[in-house]
Nanobody, 119 residues
Framework: QVQLVESGGGLVQPGGSLRLSCAASGTIFSRNTWGWYRQAPGKQRELVAAITSGGSTNYADSVKGRFTISRDSGKRTVYLQMNSLKAEDTAVYYC?????????????WGQGTQVTVSS
């Protein structure tokens, strides 16, 4: 069982920055993909950014050039650096880890952290 704990959310003014962190406890299989998702009120949860165990990244078009996902494998932590924040980035942000070992696959979620962009 993997447990994910997010931190770093909060209230920030438009144009500001925040860095989210997600720390994992428990065994993580070497074949994995970390992701950050978000869900705004009345909207579906959407993928914001992801990074694979091979280091490949992908981003939602709405955050390209503003957000950066990274990981520290030694600390079993993934980060989301968010710059030039906009009101439309307001949402609950969730950390996700998909890992697999042979035919066994897991899909783990954190509890979410609120990000509010407002003046």
């Amino acid at each position: 069982q993997v447990q994910l704990v997010e931190s770093g959310g909060g209230l920030v003014q438009p144009g500001g920055s925040l860095r989210l962190s997600c720390a994992a406890s428990g065994t993580i299989f070497s074949r994995n993909t970390w992701g950050w998702y978000r869900q705004a009120p009345g909207k579906q949860r959407e993928l914001v950014a992801a990074i694979t165990s091979g280091g490949s990244t992908n981003y939602a078009d709405s955050v390209k050039g503003r957000f950066t996902i990274s990981r520290d494998s030694g600390k079993r932590t993934v980060y989301l650096q968010m710059n030039s924040l906009k009101a439309e980035d307001t949402a609950v942000y969730y950390c996700n880890l998909k890992d697999e070992f042979g035919t066994f696959r897991r899909d783990s979620w954190g509890q979410g952290t609120q990000v509010t962009v407002s003046s």
